[in-house]
C-alpha cells in the first residue's frame, strides 16, 4: 500500500496518514468486569484478515474507516464513519 | 580446501554426517511438541533433551529451519534494558551465549563490540542515566558517557547529524555483542537432534486438540498427518495470534513488519554497534565487512514480508545523517520479518489457560539476543510444569491483572 484514499481529501501518498487501530467496540465501563474490561484494553484480535480499521489524514485531520485485507495490504474501500458524517 | 573438496565430491558415499537426522515419518505420539524451528523452538527442544532427559520429542517447522525471524533479525545482543525482570532475564542470556559455540561445536562468531545507544535530547539523556543506574545496580556493565566520549569513540561520526540532531551523549554497553544467526539455529537443531529429538521440516500445524473438556492438550494436527501429545510449546513468532486462535485463546500481540537492510562489504571501519532511537537507526558491521541496518517497525498490523522503497530511503538518509562519506556505498538486500508485538514491549512467556499449552511469544524486535535464555526457562517450564523464576513477571495473565512491564523506554527504536 503506496497510497491511500481520504473520503474528503482524495487520493493522498501513505505518509499523510496514521493508523488509528481496528474498529473494536467497547464495554460499558460501568456495568463490565475487570476481566472484560481488561481485555477490551490489551488484547487484539491479531489473526491476518480484512479488518475495518481508523485512519486518519493527518494535514486535514480526518478521521474515517477502511477495511483492508492484513495479509495483502490491500484496501478494499474507505468512507466516513457514519455518525461522524452526519454531525459533520 | 578446494582438493578437498573436489575428492568429497567424487565419493560415492559421503563420509560427512549431515546437520540433521531426515525422518520420514512422524511417530504417533510424543511426550512433547515444539511448534515452530525457529531458534527459539530448537533452543527449548536443546535444553529439554540435555538438562532435563527429556528427548522423545519433535520440533515441528512449517518451512525450513530457522527461515523466520531468527534468519532475519539484525543479531544485536544486549542486557542494558530498563525494568528489573528484563535486566535479570538479558542478562542471563549474555551469560548463556558466551560458551555457546564450544556448547555446540560451531562457530557462532559471536563478537563482542560495545553498544552505544545515542542521545539527541535532554529527555533521552534522562532515560539514559536510568537505565545505566539500573543496570548497574543489576551489575550489568552500563554508563552513560558525554558527546566528546563518543566523538573519541567514533571519529568518522557526525556527531551533529548535519546540524539538526546533535548528540548529547549515550548510554554505552560494553557487552553489546553480535552473532551469527542461522549458525545458532543450526546450532541449537543439531545438538537437539544428536540427543535425539526429531526435527520436521516442511510441516505444518494446522490444528491443536483439545480433550473434551476443552482445556488441555490432546495432540496437534498437521498436513503429515497426526500426533498425540499431552505438551505442546508454541514458538512461533509472527504466526503467534493464529497458534493462539487454534486453542481459542486472545492475547494483545499484533503483528507488524520490521525491516533490515545490508550495504556491500567495505573496509572494517565500525567496531561498535550504534543505536539512535531518534534518527531510527541501528547499525552494525559484520565480520565479512557488510553494514547491517534497521530501523523502527512497520507503523501497522501487516502479516507479510514485503520490503518497502519508503524504508529504505528513510534509513538511508538517517545513516548519512549520522556518517556522510557513506553516500557512496551501495545496499545490495533488503527484506522484513514478521515482528510479533506486545503493548509493554516485554515477552508472553509460560503457561496458559490451557493445560498443556506453552506459550514462548511477543518477541517482538528484541528476541534474537534472548534464544538461549528463552531456551532453557521454557524447558524448565515444560519439564516441571511451573513458570521459570525468571519468567514470571512475563506471564501471558499479566495483561488481564493489569501488571505490564515497563520495558518500553529500553526497546522504542527495533532490535
Ligand atoms: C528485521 C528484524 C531485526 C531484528 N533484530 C533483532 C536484534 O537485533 N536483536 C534481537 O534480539 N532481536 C531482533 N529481532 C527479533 C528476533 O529476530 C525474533 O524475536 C526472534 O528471532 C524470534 O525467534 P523465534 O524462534 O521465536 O521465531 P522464528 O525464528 O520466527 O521462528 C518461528 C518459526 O515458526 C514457524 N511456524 C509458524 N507457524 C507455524 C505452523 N503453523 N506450523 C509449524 N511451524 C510454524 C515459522 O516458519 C518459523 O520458522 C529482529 C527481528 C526482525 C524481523
Not at chain 2, 550489568?140 to 558517557?145: A, G, P
Not at chain 2, 483439545?210 to 494436527?221: E, K, N, P, Q
Request: aromatic content about 10%.
Amino acid at each position: 500500500m503506496k497510497l491511500l484514499t481520504c473520503p474528503l481529501n482524495g487520493t493522498r501518498p501513505i505518509s499523510e496518514f496514521f493508523y488509528g487501530g481496528e474498529v473494536r467496540a467497547m464495554p460499558d465501563p460501568d456495568t463490565c468486569t475487570d476481566t472484560e474490561w481488561s481485555a477490551y484494553v490489551f488484547n487484539r484480535s491479531g489473526v491476518a484478515a480484512v479488518k475495518c480499521e481508523w485512519w486518519c489524514h493527518g494535514p486535514s485531520g480526518v478521521w474515517f474507516l477502511a477495511e483492508r485485507d492484513t495479509t495483502t495490504d490491500t484496501v478494499l474501500r474507505t468512507y466516513l464513519a457514519p455518525s461522524a458524517a452526519t454531525r459533520r | 580446501m578446494p582438493w578437498r573438496l573436489l575428492k568429497f565430491a567424487l565419493k560415492s558415499k559421503h563420509p560427512e554426517p549431515r546437520m540433521f537426522t531426515a525422518h520420514s515419518e512422524l511417530k504417533e505420539s510424543y511426550d512433547a511438541v515444539i511448534i515452530g524451528g525457529g531458534g527459539h523452538g530448537l533452543a527449548a527442544a536443546y535444553y529439554l533433551a540435555r538438562d532435563h532427559g527429556i528427548t522423545n520429542v519433535a520440533v515441528i517447522e512449517k518451512d525450513y529451519l530457522g527461515g523466520g525471524n531468527t534468519a532475519r533479525n539484525t543479531t544485536i545482543i544486549r542486557s542494558n534494558y530498563l525494568t528489573p525482570e528484563g535486566v535479570r532475564f538479558y542478562d542471563e542470556s549474555v551469560r548463556l551465549w558466551q560458551d555457546l559455540s564450544q556448547d555446540f561445536d560451531l562457530n557462532l562468531f559471536y563478537s563482542t563490540r560495545g553498544h552505544y545507544t545515542l542521545a539527541h535530547t535532554d529527555s533521552a539523556v534522562r532515560t539514559m542515566r536510568w537505565r545505566a543506574e539500573v543496570n548497574k545496580h543489576f551489575g550489568i556493565n552500563s554508563e552513560l558517557v558525554d558527546a566528546q566520549a563518543v566523538q573519541r569513540a567514533l571519529p568518522m561520526m557526525d556527531i551533529t547529524c548535519a546540524g539538526h540532531a546533535p548528540i548529547l551523549g549515550a548510554l554505552y554497553h560494553a557487552p553489546g555483542a553480535i552473532a551469527r544467526h542461522d549458525a545458532v539455529a543450526w546450532g541449537y537443531g543439531r545438538g537437539a537432534d544428536r540427543r535425539g529429538v526429531e526435527i520436521h521440516q516442511q510441516t505444518e500445524v494446522l490444528g491443536i486438540e483439545t480433550d473434551a473438556s476443552g482445556s488441555r492438550v490432546a495432540g496437534v494436527l498437521t498436513n503429515r498427518g497426526h500426533i498425540a501429545t499431552r505438551k505442546v510449546l508454541c514458538a512461533v513468532a509472527g504466526s503467534t495470534p493464529r497458534l493462539l486462535s487454534m486453542v481459542g485463546l486472545e492475547s494483545p500481540i499484533s503483528i507488524h513488519p520490521l525491516q533490515a537492510m545490508v550495504s556491500e562489504p567495505v573496509k572494517p571501519w565500525l567496531d561498535p554497534i550504534i543505536v539512535s532511537g531518534s534518527l531510527h537507526v541501528y547499525v552494525s558491521q559484520t565480520a565479512r565487512g557488510e553494514l547491517v541496518m534497521g530501523a523502527s517497525l512497520d507503523p501497522y498490523e501487516l502479516h507479510s514480508t514485503r520490503s518497502t522503497l519508503d524504508f529504505a530511503e528513510s534509513l538511508a538518509a538517517h545513516m548519512l545523517d549520522l556518517f556522510p562519506f557513506l553516500s557512496d556505498v551501495k545496499v545490495v538486500r533488503q527484506w522484513a520479518g514478521m515482528a510479533d508485538m506486545t503493548p509493554d514491549f516485554a515477552p508472553i512467556m509460560g503457561k496458559t489457560p490451557i493445560e498443556g499449552f506453552y506459550l514462548d511469544a511477543g518477541w517482538g524486535t528484541w528476541g534474537f539476543k534472548a534464544t538461549p535464555v528463552s531456551g532453557k526457562t521454557m524447558s524448565y517450564t515444560l519439564a516441571n510444569d511451573r513458570p521459570h523464576p525468571l519468567i514470571e513477571g512475563f506471564s501471558l495473565d499479566r495483561f488481564r491483572r493489569y501488571e505490564l512491564t515497563g520495558e518500553k523506554g529500553a526497546a522504542s527504536v527495533g532490535h
